[in-house]
């Protein structure tokens, strides 16, 4: 059973940063292409970022880049994504998810003063 569970949410000021991980089960971890999404309130999903399986290649959104770090560590089964510089309109529920597959529970990030 894929499990996948989000954490590292909060609240922060503009400018400030966090640390997103996802802990992963029920899957060969190593095997996927994973990505974070984030879902801001009253709009669609957006995709931010993915990582190939071996972490290598990653990607971002434009709107992110120079400013997220995505990683994994394969070892512990685990992805993350480091939000630096972050901005109100980063404002939105982060959710992790292999590709393909199905997201999980998303953890909460709120920029504000």
């Known amino acids: 059973q894929v499990q996948l569970v989000e954490s590292g949410g909060g609240l922060v000021q503009p400018g400030g940063s966090l640390r997103l991980s996802c802990a992963a089960s029920?899957?060969?971890?190593?095997?996927?292409?994973m990505y974070w999404v984030r879902q801001a309130p009253g709009k669609g999903p957006e995709w931010v970022s993915d990582i190939n399986s071996g972490g290598g290649s990653t990607y971002y959104v434009d709107s992110v880049k120079g400013r997220f770090t995505i990683s994994r560590d394969n070892a512990k089964n685990t992805l993350y994504l480091q939000m630096n510089s972050l901005k109100p309109e980063d404002t939105a529920v982060y959710y992790c998810?292999?590709?393909?597959?199905?997201w999980g529970q998303g953890t909460q990030v709120t920029v504000s003063s």
């Open positions: 029920g899957f060969t971890f190593s095997r996927y292409v």
């Open positions: 998810a292999p590709a393909p597959g199905s």
